[in-house]
Nanobody
């Protein structure tokens, strides 16, 4: 059974930092690209970042470039999203998702439960 467990969300002031984690089980983690997505109130879900199976390639939404860093530890079956210089517009539920390919792309097969990030002004 494929499972993804996101954690690390919370309440932080603008300019602060949070580190989100995604723990994976039930599949060959190091064969899958992993993405982070978010959904804010009144907005559609959007892609935030993705990392390839090996960790060699990453991508970021324009809104978070230079502020967020995605990484993975395949030995521990985890992916992290380090979020710095947080802005109120980063407030959203953040989800991690696994893609059944080694490279990042447009479709994802399995989703975690999400973790709430709230940034106060």
């Amino acid at each position: 059974d494929v499972q993804l467990q996101a954690s690390g969300g919370g309440l932080v002031q603008a300019g602060g930092s949070l580190r989100l984690s995604c723990a994976a089980s039930g599949f060959s983690f190091d064969d899958y690209a992993i993405g982070w997505f978010r959904q804010a109130p009144g907005k559609e879900r959007e892609g935030v970042s993705c990392i390839s199976a090996s960790g060699a390639s990453t991508n970021y939404a324009n809104a978070v470039k230079g502020r967020f860093t995605i990484s993975r530890d395949n030995a521990r079956n985890t992916v992290s999203l380090q979020m710095n210089s947080l802005l109120p517009e980063d407030t959203a539920v953040y989800y991690c998702a696994a893609r059944g390919r080694r490279v990042c792309g447009g479709s994802y097969d399995s989703w975690g439960q999400g973790t709430q990030v709230t940034v106060s002004s």
